[in-house]
């Protein structure tokens, strides 16, 4: 069954530097997402990206955040300068619509900032 | 602004008990709700989607019920087995303008033999 990948699956960063996160959607889906779940909190969402444009993002992603479709298969989320409370799973997820179909969850990246 | 709510918090029950987990959500305008399994340190694993016209979805000893009107959805597991033990969330993509999911704490279960 077609699932979504993440890597690194942990990273351990110092603070100010700049990280990223790498996805790999599944072949068919359109729409990608990304989200994160600081630990013992509710899973936030990040960001939404559809066609090479970014389509929806919360009050977290800010100009600190940027999101790439580098070629037909990967999607990047990058944090420009890491801070301590980025620290968090960071999850990437995939469906073929963006409301009506199933989100499909990767296994997440666990990133630490020290 | 949606807030979303799961009750309760942890549950704890022997194998073999049907199970009633709760989510509620503030606002009834909606286009789906969405029911998912964590397990400890791993991604969301997605279990049922029930779409704002719909009243239930069925997988399985799964059964998702949603009632728009009164802002709640239940999560029923029949016959629980110790490999149910898990956080289970649920998430509202509410139909104001945007498409952005709001999860709920989430419910951790354990199933004990």
């Known amino acids: 069954e077609p699932e979504v990948t993440q890597t690194p699956s942990h990273q351990v960063t110092q603070m100010g530097q700049e990280v990223i996160l790498r996805c790999v959607p599944i072949s068919n889906h359109l729409y990608f997402y990304w989200y994160r779940q600081i630990l013992g909190q509710k899973v936030e969402f990040l960001v939404s990206?559809?066609?090479?444009?970014?389509?929806?993002k919360s009050e977290i992603f800010d100009d600190q955040f940027s999101v790439e479709r580098p070629d037909g298969s990967n999607f990047t989320l990058k944090i420009r300068s890491t801070k301590l409370e980025d620290s968090a799973m960071y999850f990437c997820?995939?469906?073929?619509?963006?409301?009506?179909?199933?989100?499909?969850f990767g296994p997440g990246t666990r990133l630490l900032v020290l | 602004k949606q807030e979303v709510t799961q009750i309760p918090a942890a549950l704890s029950v022997p194998e073999g008990e049907n199970l009633v987990l709760n989510c509620s959500f503030t606002?009834?305008?909606?286009?789906?709700l969405q029911w998912f399994r964590q397990d400890p340190g791993k991604g969301l694993t997605s279990l049922l989607l029930?779409?704002?016209?719909?009243r239930e979805q069925t997988s399985g000893r799964l059964n998702a019920s949603l009632d728009k009107s009164s802002g709640r959805s239940t999560l029923y597991i029949a016959a629980s087995q110790p490999g149910d033990s898990a956080t289970y969330l649920c998430a509202v993509v509410s139909s104001r303008g945007s498409y952005i999911p709001t999860f709920g704490r989430g419910t951790s279960l354990i199933v004990h033999p």
């Open positions: 029930i779409q704002s016209s719909q």
């Open positions: 997820a995939s469906s073929i619509q963006i409301v009506q179909e199933t989100q499909y």
């Open positions: 606002d009834s305008a909606i286009y789906n």
């Open positions: 990206f559809y066609n090479n444009e970014i389509s929806e």
